[in-house]
């Protein structure tokens, strides 16, 4: 699973431009958060084909990173994420962003980008 972290100018219109060049080409953002310090914005995607992804942002000249993503299924409940969150900085492993990716019955499932990911891969099997 990856991450794809768009960099932007940080004014009007920038996530609908965004937003609406992933839709015309028919690709679903299944997460997304933003964020903004001065005139950078920085728009945090997860999509539902990142190979389409990859080449539209390309191909449409947008400044972009992309890093693979670490998903977990907890247990809807209070406390769960911060067992992982504990789990993970007992092992010294840095979480740089987390997406609620979804939410069933009873679970939700929840991606993290890491500083290790083999650590975290291997402490989440």
Do not use: W
């Given at each position: ?43 945090k995607i997860v ?75 291997d402490l989440l099997?």
């Amino acid at each position: 699973m990856r991450q794809f972290e768009i960099s932007v100018e940080n004014k009007i219109g920038a996530l609908a431009y965004v937003s609406d060049s992933l839709a015309k080409a028919c690709i679903n953002i299944k997460a997304i958060s933003t964020d903004s310090r001065g005139n950078q914005g920085i728009i945090k995607i997860v999509t539902d084909d990142e190979e389409s992804t990859r080449d539209l942002l390309k191909l449409s000249g947008f400044d972009f990173k992309e890093h693979e993503i670490v998903p977990v299924k907890l247990l809807d409940k209070p406390g769960e994420l911060a067992k992982v969150a504990r789990a993970m900085s007992n092992l010294n492993i840095n979480i740089e962003s987390v997406f609620l990716m979804d939410r069933e019955k009873g679970a939700v499932q929840i991606a993290f980008k890491v500083d290790d990911l083999a650590k975290a891969k291997d402490l989440l099997k």
